[in-house]
């Protein structure tokens, strides 16, 4: 296929019967074997307004230099611009403006003679060309160490792409359950209030069906008792240690219920490490002690909070113990749980049993073919890709959409493959970073780039579910640095929402577990997935998800043969986010609008807003603004 980009490391396959097929792609691939009949492809054409830079693999080329020209100024700076695209270097600011022309949808630039803090391609006390996106929206102020610059003009340069959507190669269907979401176990065991918040309350049901999976690093230091706790001590320690609370059998039910409440289903993950050192080879040293586990399995199935009775379908034990429990004695802690479900559960009425939610790739096919015993309904591991950079530049890099956010997961679903294992594969934990420092950017609308790109690459994985770290973020600091997390789709006050949630409402609407279908593009500029609705019979219209980091406008036009799904006169309906003052670090969106003065919110009492379409026959170019993503639903009834 020449230049053809895929967005995926990892496809399974389903053809005629469900019979399993794995087929793994790594980098370009040509599919060899895919059906591409007339009428088994629909073909998506992409125009982009301005020129393409960078060198970039894509069919479209850089753009001619001549005739660019920019307005710069000596001794200022921006302070608090945060549009950068990327950082080049460059000896002067006359190649800093050069290397802004040849930039695909770079607008402004800043060139510092001494960078003071290196980062990205630039070094601490060299020249740094900082390349910006977009018109300027801030003011300058002095600064005698830069020059920067705005394009008066730019060379008129147009490119074609092609994303073609293969009817006939289609992935497993994931679970009505696919957008799902994570809580920290100390995060809820610390505020127990905070589920009977009515904005939480009313997010949750607008999500559902969802899988809420409570665990995190602080699974593995809890523990459950079934005796009361004295009055004003919800989460006591547990005698004799120094890192352990204790869960009782009230605070649990408050779990439960609010799941029951909200039609949420729970994943729930057990300490592995009771009376264990939580050290290196700490869970190599002692005996598993499921004491705690085997009186919560006991209390759940006493009160009917296991499935379908109630939501508890699921439980994985341990979380992120690499390095700590070595993958052999983790396979035998998992058999050995098997072996209490079963003893408790012999009618095999129990829980689910997922795992080992680990952080490492490393010898997780061993620890697959050793804990064959255990009957592992699905294989779940964590993943955070793009770590330790800054998520307003790195996300908006075709590079890191393309090849680093698919291969957070690739070596884990290597390891899955080998082990040959009939469990599915999931990640139990993800977000774009893992670090908690004040103000990361999980919460900014950039980071929603990483989000649609992962769930549209988990499911053309055949990933059941795909669980984002995390639902809130928290009220009550349970450990150092907690209270600065951004993870979570509300803030800390439980009142505000960040725009990666409306992307999830919508594609639990539109989408759900309908399976994705196989797309390429020719470029990597444009990054898109497609869903194919309407059930087994697979009748109803394909829901694209499109992905647009450039600074710069593109029309993308669709050719098809029919309207899918068999409508006669069938309509579009476009569901675009733009950060609602332009600019990627914003903590607010627009729907079908560059920029507005009234961004979506939740209302007072946390019902989403209704997130209309806008409604177009289903012909003539989709226009998508610069620097946005969302969902087209083709060929869809107009009625």
């Known amino acids: 296929l020449g230049s053809t980009w895929l967005s995926v490391s990892h496809l399974q396959v389903r053809a005629g019967t469900m019979a399993r097929a794995s087929v793994l792609v790594v980098g370009l691939v040509a599919m060899a074997g895919w059906s591409n009949a007339v009428d088994g492809n629909r073909t998506v054409r992409v125009r982009k307004q301005g020129g393409q830079g960078g060198g970039g693999q894509g069919h479209a080329q850089g753009p001619d230099r001549e005739g660019c020209t920019s307005t710069t100024m000596a001794g200022v700076h921006w302070p608090t611009d945060t549009s950068s695209l990327k950082s080049v270097k460059a000896a002067t600011a006359a190649a800093c403006e050069t290397a802004c022309c040849e930039t695909m949808g770079c607008g402004h630039w800043a060139f510092t003679r001494s960078e003071p803090a290196g980062r990205s391609a630039c070094v601490t006390g060299g020249a740094c060309c900082w390349l910006k996106g977009g018109a300027p929206a801030f003011p300058t102020a002095p600064n005698p160490n830069c020059t920067v610059g705005v ?28 957008v799902s979401v994570g809580v920290e176990t100390w995060e809820w065991l610390f505020d127990p209030d905070a589920l009977d918040n009515t904005v939480l309350r009313k997010v949750v049901t607008a999500m559902s069906p969802l899988v809420i999976r409570v665990g995190g690093i602080s699974a593995d230091q809890t523990h459950f008792t079934s005796a009361p706790f004295p009055p004003g001590l919800p989460w006591p320690p547990a005698a004799g240690s120094t890192n352990t609370n204790l869960l009782n059998a009230s605070t649990f039910d408050r779990l439960v219920d ?12 057990l300490n592995e490490m009771w009376q264990r050192p939580l050290v290196p080879g700490g869970g190599n040293t002692q005996p598993l002690n499921l004491s705690g586990v085997e009186a919560l399995l006991r209390h759940a199935a006493a009160t009917q909070a296991i499935a379908p009775a109630g939501p508890l379908f699921a439980v994985e034990l341990g979380n992120e113990l690499h390095g700590i429990v070595d993958p052999a004695v983790q396979a035998r802690d998992y058999n050995q749980l098997r072996a209490l479900l079963d003893a408790i559960f012999p009618d095999n009425t129990g829980p689910e049993l997922y795992g080992p939610a680990t952080n490492s790739a490393a010898n997780m096919s061993q620890f697959l073919t050793l804990a064959a015993p255990a009957r592992l309904s699905a294989f779940t591991f964590h993943s955070y890709p793009v770590g330790g950079q800054n998520l307003s530049e790195a996300l908006l890099s075709p590079s890191v959409l393309r090849s680093t956010i698919p291969g957070g997961y690739g070596a884990f679903t290597e390891e899955w493959v080998k082990s040959n294992t009939t469990a599915k594969h999931f990640m139990s934990e993800t977000n774009s970073d893992a670090s908690i420092v004040a103000n990361a950017g999980q919460d900014r609308f950039v980071n929603g780039f990483w989000y649609m790109t992962s769930l549209g690459d988990a499911a053309v994985a055949g990933m059941p579910f795909h669980v984002r770290w995390k639902l809130w973020n928290p009220r009550v600091s349970y450990r150092p640095f907690a209270l600065n997390q951004t993870f979570g789709f509300l803030d800390k006050t ?11 409402l919508l594609h639990k609407r539109l989408i759900g577990g ?16 497609a869903h194919r609705t309407g059930g ?20 993308v036009t669709v050719a098809h043969t029919g309207a899918a799904g068999g409508a006669t006169s069938a309509c579009r309906f476009e569901y675009i986010f733009s950060p609602s003052d332009g ?14 003065a009234v961004p979506l919110a939740l209302a007072a009492d946390g019902t989403p807003p ?4 806008r409604v177009v026959p289903d012909a003539g170019p989709i226009e998508v603004p610069p620097t946005s993503y969302g969902f087209v639903v083709l060929g869809a009834p107009c009625a």
């Open 514 to 529: 309908a399976p994705a279908l196989a797309t390429t593009t020719d470029t990597e500029f444009v990054l898109a997935w």
């Open 536 to 555: 087994d019979a697979g009748q109803g219209p394909i829901v694209m998800m499109v992905v647009n980091p450039q600074h710069t406008a593109v029309n």
């Open 494 to 504: 439980l009142t505000t929402a960040i725009p990666e949630l409306w992307v999830a």
């Open 610 to 613: 209704n997130l209309p379409a």
């Open 151 to 178: 394009l008066t003009s730019i060379p008129n340069s147009t490119s074609t792409a092609v994303v073609t959507i293969n009817t006939s190669a289609v992935a497993e269907p994931s679970d009505p359950r696919f």
């Open 583 to 596: 600019i990627v670090s914003s903590k607010t969106a627009c729907l079908n609008a560059d920029r507005c």
């Open 258 to 269: 609010f799941c029951r409440d909200t039609g949420a289903s729970l994943v729930f993950d």
